[in-house]
């Protein structure tokens, strides 16, 4: 579904070029999550916004479902490290922003997105604002926005790293459940070893900057009931760290 080939990006700074990846070669199966790893500043999240056609790429194209991307899709949702939410509107307003810039007439809203709060564990505080919420319930905000407009692609920039342990597990295992149900593409970002193994059914390597490829695992157990406290949930994540050490 995605398909990235020679992939190269540099920033300009003060007129000299700063190279943030090179040469990158990458397929996404479609339904599948594929979890980008690596130490900071390697340009993960530049990765992540050139696959939402936020950023061309220097060298090299990326194509989703066929098409080359060179603008940000309607299909593609994007979920940011701070949530995004808009701390003057309340949780309904934050989740129906996408639907209501597209236009939606209220009752298709309502149609939408009053079964999608529910099944988020949101329903009842529809009248909340943002600083009424606890940090899971600004994520949970956050993916409703973003699944309320029936992606194909969701991109993920490390959305659980300022949450507690348990909560972070929690919505882990909430995103396990969508992507099940929705078959959804999603490609997140994270710097946790254990996340990245958990919902990383292909995990990338990338290399310090300039990012390069360095590894990519096949995960299939990814997600799966028990998996984390398996053999092979310790196995993989021994060898994602010593990858990141070497």
Partial sequence: MIQVTGVSYAY???GAQVPALE??????PAGQTCVLIGPS??????????????????RGEIRIHGARVTRPRRETAIILQDYGLLPWKTVWKNASLGLALRRYPRQRQREIL???????G???????????LSGGQKQRVAIARALALEPDTLLMDEPFSALDALTREGLQQTLV???????????????????????????VVLTPAP??????????EAGTPGFRFSAAFHRNCSRVRRLLQE
Avoid: M, W
Wanted: hydrophobic residues 45%.
């Fill in 177 to 203: 459940d969508i992507r099940g149900q929705r078959s959804l593409t999603t490609v997140l970002v994270t710097h946790n070893i254990e996340e990245a193994v958990f919902l990383g059914q292909q995990i």
């Fill in 12 to 14: 300009t700074n003060n």
């Fill in 122 to 132: 949101l329903a009842g505080l529809e009248k909340r604002y943002p600083a009424q």
């Fill in 114 to 120: 009053a079964p999608l709060l529910a099944a988020l």
């Fill in 41 to 58: 500043g390697c340009g993960k999240t530049t990765l992540l916004y050139l696959l939402a056609g936020l950023l061309e790429p220097t």
């Fill in 23 to 28: 040469d990158l070669h990458l397929t996404i």
């Fill in 211 to 220: 990012g390069r490829l360095k590894a990519v695992l096949e995960n299939p």
